[in-house]
């Protein structure tokens, strides 16, 4: 059996719409109707249409292309395509910093539980996180869960930016080092680095140019060679994007599990059973909704 042309046929068959972020597998990125940063597909998600949407990405992305379109069915391929970053911060974590900072607006990353969302002021991206906290009207901010995106919002605002929680990091751009800075250096002389707000600071420090994977895709046309410091699937996508340009992963061990959880054979097995329908209780959709549309008003 050809996986692609069941995948094809089915949906046809079910007017579904498969999008996929930048971190799956080539084959995956391949076959998806729409490829892009956790920002592009949350808008995507807004203007599909589609009966079905299936979601190739981890599960926080599912639940907010479920709470953009409360009334279309959202599938997962696997239960296993989590995020352990969205996973570290509780609703706990958002109401002691509350207490501690009462007048202090809550800006919560996407990758963050639905439950958490509901108790954000507004979401935002890494494509959008600086320019979004720039613009509101307080000079304390309660941010979550990421601590290397909290330093990189600190630096380009003047705002005093609370991290929550403690440690809160993606493991995949925590295994960049200043190591793999001084290799990318020497093995690529001609090369620029570029960088993912996710990395550590001192990582930010030696980028060339720090960028959400979406700003990756848009500013690769810049320069003719990239060491790529992100998820080592990007170096596929920008590849694809622009043939004539060289990239070249900075870390070949930097995968996310969460989103290699996937593969074609769960794509198809999804489409056929039409599992794992990705379900948001009504209160906690209302709640979060408010916060993504105003993430997508603002930026």
């Known amino acids: ?26 084959e995956i990125q391949d076959i998806a109707d729409f490829i892009g940063d956790s920002l592009e597909l949350a ?3 807004v203007n599909v249409d589609a009966d079905i949407i299936l979601f190739a990405g981890v599960d926080f992305m599912a639940e907010t292309a479920k709470i953009l379109n409360p009334d279309k069915k959202v599938l997962l391929p696997t239960k296993k395509a989590t995020c352990a970053m969205a996973n570290m911060l509780k609703v706990e ?9 009462p007048d202090a607006p809550v800006v919560l990353y996407v990758n963050t539980t639905a439950e958490c969302k509901a108790y954000a002021d507004v979401t935002v991206t890494s494509a959008n ?4 906290v720039s613009k509101l009207d307080a000079d304390t901010i309660i941010f979550g869960p990421d601590n290397n995106l909290a330093y990189y919002v600190a630096k380009r605002t003047n705002k005093r930016i609370i991290p929550i929680p ?3 990091h993606c493991y995949v751009h925590k295994k960049f080092t200043l190591e793999d800075v001084e290799r990318a250096r020497k093995l690529y002389p001609n090369a620029k680095l570029i960088v993912h707000p996710e990395c550590n600071p001192e990582i930010q420090e030696k980028a060339d140019l720090i960028a959400s994977t979406g700003g990756m895709v848009k500013n690769a046309c810049l320069h003719n060679e990239w060491v790529v410091f992100t998820e080592k699937e990007m170096v596929y996508r920008l590849q694809k994007l622009y043939p004539n ?15 290699k959880a996937i593969t074609l054979k769960h794509i198809y097995e999804s489409l056929r059973d039409e599992k794992y329908e990705i379900e948001v209780p009504k209160d906690i959709a209302k709640r979060a909704r408010k916060a993504i549309e105003r993430m997508l008003e603002l930026s």
């Open 93 to 101: 974590h958002i109401l002691e910093a509350k207490k501690k900072y």
């Open 43 to 45: 808008r995507k998600a």
């Open 245 to 259: 340009k060289k990239f070249y992963p900075a870390n070949e061990d930097a995968f996310c599990i969460g989103m």
């Open 166 to 168: 403690e440690g809160g």
């Open 1 to 26: 059996m050809d996986l692609v042309e069941e995948i094809i046929k089915l949906k046809e068959e079910k007017n579904a719409i498969i999008l996929a972020h930048n971190y799956q597998l080539p």
């Open 129 to 132: 996180a600086a320019k979004i």
